[in-house]
């Protein structure tokens, strides 16, 4: 097996950039545009609060079923082929989102961009770990994961101006322009996705020479105790950074007075920031474990929501947009290739799958929670003041991981 000719681009890299593609169109376009297209649609729906809040549930539920199973799928059918076909269900069904007028519709067809949103993630984190050497794993799975933040600036500014001209029912447009992506980004990664260095004959990247495979047989199983470790760290990501991400807009107009473009200004920080977040801190956690790097994140992180919390001067929500966008994608990566240490490329998928369905829990109930302790204090501040302690917590949580098995 050989590594590839010093002169050319490592294969690994094509499966990096065209993950990137895959995250921006699975989570960004299929989620995290989600926000910015509500408003309009449910003023032309006629839809109450809780109508919408129900089409963003049915997405969590239908993520929440697909990461469970797309691990042992994406082992029997391959991971390009499952990934092609999730991202080409969730552009269609977003597609057909935009020429509905139907709730139960919508429901179901949102309910299947979220089954196409987990089953095209996982796998997508999963291939690219099986591509990169351990200690270059954080940095490709890091670049990968700058897709949401690009999503985010995207989105941002093309959805307003398509609704705009598109009148009372620009947001069908909306939905069907970014469906349309989303079919596009699948057929690229159809075209460019390989399911394993080995099926080219190749070494993944970083890696010098072949192990020896008595010693890869040798490897110890991941047992329950370290996935169930892993997923709480992973659980409290999923439930803080939810929180701000919900409620940090609303607070600064509610708590703080600001007007709605500033906020929005403040936030659309955050999604430029996040771009540099996976490569800085994935390649960093190759350099100092990730261990270290998990207790840096968190940190940082805690820091971010404690600023929020405190009723400090203007400069110090600069800081606090500034300490969450710097690390908001870093979590995910870091962890794709902490699973991958622990489990070996065979197994990641499936247990990536795992801590992803117990991340997913947090995501649901961080916001739940820290909404009724807003309504019961009539601020936000109790709602970061929970979500410092917790990632504080996470941090101590990751202080305490065991090495993983050598390869």
């Known amino acids: ?44 729906l006629n839809l109450t609060y809780s109508q919408m809040g129900l089409i963003g549930t049915v997405n969590f539920v239908g993520y929440l079923v697909s990461v469970l199973a797309c691990g042992p799928v994406a082992k029997k059918f391959g991971y390009r082929k499952v990934i092609f076909t999730a991202l080409m269900s969730i552009g269609l069904s977003m597609i057909l989102i935009g020429k509905t007028k139907a709730l139960w519709l919508i429901l179901v067809l949102y309910c299947l961009t979220g089954m196409g949103s987990g ?39 093309l959805i307003p101006f398509i609704n705009q001209s598109g009148g009372a029912e620009g947001w069908r447009m909306s939905w069907q322009i970014l469906g349309g992506i989303t079919v596009l980004v699948s057929l690229i990664c159809g075209l460019v996705l390989r399911n394993s260095p080995k099926s080219m004959g190749l070494l993944p990247f970083g890696q010098r020479e072949s192990l020896d495979p008595t010693i890869s047989k040798q490897k110890k199983p991941i047992t329950m105790k370290a996935i169930a470790h892993i997923g709480a760290i992973y659980f ?13 807009v609303t607070s600064l107009i509610q708590d703080r007075g600001f007007s709605e473009s500033t906020a929005g200004n403040f936030w659309s920080w955050v999604g430029l920031l996040s771009i540099a977040s996976g490569p800085i801190f994935g390649g960093l956690s190759d350099k100092i474990g990730r261990k270290a790097s998990l207790i840096i994140v968190f940190s940082i992180q805690a820091t971010a929501y404690l600023l929020a919390a405190l009723t400090l001067p203007t400069p110090f ?11 908001a994608w870093s979590i995910p990566s870091i962890m794709a290739a902490l ?3 622990f489990a070996g490329p065979e197994k990641t998928a499936h247990v990536f799958g795992l801590i992803t369905f117990i991340f997913a829990l947090g995501q649901i109930a961080g916001p739940a929670i820290a909404g009724s302790l807003a309504e019961h204090s009539q601020s936000f501040s109790s709602s970061f003041f929970m979500a410092a302690i917790f990632a504080l917590f996470a941090a101590v949580l990751s202080a305490t991981l065991s090495p993983p098995p050598a390869n």
Not at 11 to 40: D, K, N, Q
Not at 236 to 248: K, Q
Request: proline share 4%.
């Open 236 to 248: 409290l990501f999923g439930y803080t950074y939810v929180i701000y991400a919900t409620f940090i």
């Open 1 to 44: 097996m050989q590594t590839q000719s010093p002169n050319k681009i490592h294969y690994g890299w094509h499966i990096v950039w065209s993950g990137l593609l895959c995250i921006f169109a699975c989570l960004g376009l299929g989620r995290f545009a989600l926000g910015m297209l509500l408003p309009a649609m449910g003023e032309n």
């Open 317 to 327: 929500i600069y800081i606090s947009i500034g300490c969450y966008g710097i690390v």
């Open 339 to 341: 699973v991958a240490d």
């Open 119 to 157: 089953a095209a993630n996982v796998p997508m984190m999963a291939l690219a770990s099986a591509w990169f050497s351990p200690k270059k794993r954080g940095l490709g799975t890091g670049f990968m994961v700058i897709g949401s933040g690009f999503a985010i600036l995207l989105s941002g500014k």
